[in-house]
């Protein structure tokens, strides 16, 4: 059975930095790329981040490019999001997922980014 646990989230003040956890079990982690999605209040679910299975390669929507990096720890099963210069419309739930449109996901961990 696949299961996606994330961590990390908590309530941030804008322009902070909080670093995600997504513990992966349940398939071959290190031959899968992995994702990240969001879903703020009231909206549907938007991807956010890709990384290739041995981590080399990254990609970003244009609202985090620059602001958020997605790596892993393979020997962990471990997927993490660095999210830096927070805004406040980066609230949202935020989910790993084995694909780009959250199909399989997680149960997410609340971002809340307000002063």
């Known amino acids: 059975e696949v299961q996606l646990v994330e961590s990390g989230g908590r309530l941030v003040q804008p322009g902070g930095s909080l670093r995600l956890s997504c513990v992966a079990s349940?398939?071959?982690?290190?031959?899968?790329?992995m994702y990240w999605v969001r879903q703020a209040p009231g909206k549907g679910l938007e991807w956010v981040s890709s990384?290739?299975?041995?981590?080399?390669?990254?990609y970003y929507a244009d609202s985090v490019k620059g602001r958020f990096a997605a790596s892993r720890d393979n020997a962990k099963n471990t997927l993490y999001l660095q999210m830096n210069s927070l805004k406040t419309e980066d609230t949202a739930v935020y989910y790993c997922?084995?694909?780009?449109?959250?199909?399989?996901r997680g149960q997410g961990t609340l971002v809340t980014v307000s002063s």
């Open positions: 997922a084995r694909d780009s449109v959250g199909r399989v």
């Open positions: 349940g398939f071959t982690f290190s031959n899968s790329p």
């Open positions: 990384i290739n299975p041995n981590g080399v390669f990254t």
